[in-house]
């Protein structure tokens, strides 16, 4: 079993940048694929990038393509989403995932493991 916290979440005007961190506890981090999800309010979670347990594969949702971008240090059991050129769209909780299958992960809102989310909040 593995925990998720996710942080660094807050409130940016349009064309910002945040950084958020989710930090991993439990079992072995670098065996588990890794993702990042996002709810709106009254709209469904959706998924907006993963990463394989090495770092080398990554997907983003084609909405953040261009100005998210995932990444993970294993030593440190920490994954991280650099978000840059925010938009009022991008507003919602953002959920970090943990899964060990990578199609789960990317096509499916099944992954095993949750963090709680963190709120970001894009002023226009």
């Known amino acids: 079993q593995v925990q998720l916290v996710e942080s660094g979440g807050g409130l940016v005007q349009a064309g910002g940048s945040l950084r958020l961190s989710c930090a991993a506890s439990?079992?072995?981090?670098?065996?588990?694929?890794m993702g990042w999800f996002r709810q709106a309010p009254g709209k469904e979670r959706e998924f907006v990038a993963a990463?394989?347990?090495?770092?080398?594969?990554?997907k983003y949702a084609d909405s953040v393509k261009g100005r998210f971008t995932i990444s993970r240090d294993n030593a440190r059991d920490t994954m991280y989403l650099q978000m840059n050129s925010l938009k009022p769209e991008d507003t919602a909780v953002y959920y970090c995932?943990?899964?060990?299958?990578?199609?789960?992960?990317?096509?499916?809102?099944?992954?095993?493991?949750w963090g709680q989310g963190t709120q970001v909040t894009v002023s226009s």
């Open positions: 990463i394989g347990g090495a770092g080398a594969l990554r």
């Open positions: 439990g079992r072995t981090f670098s065996g588990y694929v």
């Open positions: 995932a943990a899964d060990y299958s990578w199609l789960t992960m990317t096509s499916t809102l099944g992954s095993a493991y």
